[in-house]
């Protein structure tokens, strides 16, 4: 949240930002996702209250993804 504060961009939002942090941190320590999931499972369970807190800067910057709908929209259609 602390990386959100201090740059408001909606590529910032901590739901992204603790993925990337855990995709890194796999591929650095060579631990496979299988065992990361076996050891977290419990750390599964509080994606629901990310997704949640996830609303709150999406709400914030609703005015910039409205003015930029044309670009999510071909991104997510792409991806």
């Given at each position: ?26 591929k ?52």
């Amino acid at each position: 949240m602390l990386i959100y504060r201090r740059f408001p961009h909606p590529l910032t939002t901590p739901l992204l930002l603790s993925a990337v942090f855990i995709i890194i941190f796999l591929k650095v320590t060579g631990i496979s996702y299988q065992d990361y999931y076996q050891g977290g499972v419990y750390l599964n369970n509080l994606i629901v209250p990310s997704t949640v807190a996830l609303g709150i800067p999406l709400y914030k910057s609703f005015h910039l993804m409205k003015h930029h709908a044309r670009s999510i929209l071909f991104g997510s259609l792409l991806a």
